[in-house]
């Protein structure tokens, strides 16, 4: 399993196309935050989920056996249990990485990936990962290039 900077880097600086199993259309959601991000910082977000036709302006397929491309990464925002027949899918359409997002964890499913070819990255978030590697904690406002030991004012009672 890919656990260090230089492969986290590595694979995110050479995948370009992002399968996102479970992605939601609700903006709130961590998968739709961390797509959105992922677009906004170059990389093509292909959402995998029925239950919609579109998500952030990309169109949604069914199962990643549907989608008519080469995808780098299959992302997974899923249960643990559900990851081992999206393991299957994603050594079936040829993709590079199975990706598990944080709080899941199916090493069987990553196993099997890494025996099939693929490189596996467990309980971890791809867009905390290329905010952290390539620069982008600004995104949102977390870096605000100030730095103080005064309370600021709106936090004063």
Not at 38 to 53: A, F, Q, R, S, W
Request: net charge positive.
């Amino acid at each position: 399993m890919v656990d260090d900077i230089p492969g986290l880097r590595r694979i995110l600086k050479t995948s370009k196309v992002i399968a996102v199993v479970g992605l939601s259309g609700d903006w709130f959601r961590p998968s739709y935050f961390a797509a959105k991000y992922m677009l906004e910082h170059g990389y093509t977000v292909i959402p995998v989920n029925p239950k919609y036709d579109a998500i952030l302006g990309q169109k949604s397929y069914p199962s990643l056996r549907d989608i008519p491309v080469k995808v780098d990464i299959v992302d997974c925002f899923r249960r643990t249990e559900d990851i081992a027949p999206i393991a299957e899918d994603a050594i079936a359409i040829g993709a590079k990485v199975l990706w598990q997002q944080l709080g899941v964890n199916n090493a069987e499913a990553a196993r099997k990936a890494e025996a099939a070819g693929l490189e596996a990255v467990v309980d971890r978030c791809v867009k905390i990962e290329h905010a952290r590697l390539f620069g982008g904690l600004n995104w949102c406002g977390v870096n605000t290039r100030v730095i103080s030991a005064k309370r600021p004012q709106w936090l004063s009672y």
